[in-house]
T-cell receptor, first 114, second 110 residues
Framework: DAGVIQSPRHEVTEMGQEVTLRCKPISGHNSLFWYRQTMMRGLELLIYFNNNVPIDDSGMPEDRFSAKMPNASFSTLKIQPSEPRDSAVYFC????????????FGDGTRLSIL | QKEVEQDPGPLSVPEGAIVSLNCTYSNSAFQYFMWYRQYSRKGPELLMYTYSSGNKEDGRFTAQVDKSSKYISLFIRDSQPSDSATYLCAMKPHGQNFVFGPGTRLSVLP
């Protein structure tokens, strides 16, 4: 079975540019999570969707970040405009049922903002 | 005090050793506990998921939860060089989101 698929795997762009990260969750999973991982702060939850509806976006750092889930098989995380401090690895994870279930992660997008 | 504490390591052990990885936490409402393994430049991979206190075994891995001490452990028996990775614990109360520890970097030397 295919796991969580993220694209692109790497993104290097200049400050001020728009960045869009993409995620395809595991088929049948109805919860989707976006995380950011840095050396300093570890793994931080940005936003959580259940049945395509954003449930908790309290981790989204600021208005420059937005996330959508137009259908059960696709989600995007957008940063506009990007800043060097946004450089991190961004992970998408999905789980079945409610958010008490274990989460399965993609391999992440390594983002570098110059 | 952070909600979940974990020694960052690095922890170096010889091949074949028993490895003990630990997390402590402060929130007594935590009920669900997970251990993940993360190889370099890869996503976290679920190893163990437990709900209650006690032990859970899966092959060479044993997860232990002591809610009274707010302490969880992951034991790896007969450690292999392929076990070299960062190990993350994660835990949550019912109805809320998982909180991840910072991870312990493990090196198993051949």
């Amino acid at each position: 079975d295919a796991g969580v698929i993220q694209s692109p795997r790497h993104e290097v762009t200049e400050m001020g540019q728009e960045v869009t990260l993409r995620c395809k969750p595991i088929s049948g999973h109805n919860s989707l999570f976006w995380y950011r991982q840095t050396m300093m702060r570890g793994l931080e939850l940005l936003i959580y969707f259940n049945n395509n509806v954003p449930i908790d976006d309290s981790g989204m750092p600021e208005d420059r970040f937005s996330a959508k889930m137009p259908n059960a098989s696709f989600s995007t995380l957008k940063i506009q405009p990007s800043e060097p401090r946004d450089s991190a690895v961004y992970f998408c994870a999905s789980s079945a049922g409610q958010n008490n279930q274990p989460q399965h992660f993609g391999d992440g997008t390594r983002l570098s903002i110059l | 005090q952070k909600e979940v504490e974990q020694d960052p390591g690095p922890l170096s052990v010889p091949e074949g050793a028993i490895v003990s990885l630990n997390c402590t936490y402060s929130n007594s409402a935590f009920q669900y506990f997970m251990w993940y393994r993360q190889y370099s430049r890869k996503g976290p991979e679920l190893l163990m998921y437990t709900y209650s206190s006690g032990n859970k075994e899966d092959g060479r891995f044993t997860a232990q939860v002591d809610k009274s001490s707010k302490y969880i452990s992951l034991f790896i028996r007969d450690s292999q060089p392929s076990d070299s990775a960062t190990y993350l614990c994660a835990m949550k109360p019912h109805g809320q989101n998982f909180v991840f520890g910072p991870g312990t970097r493990l090196s198993v030397l051949p």
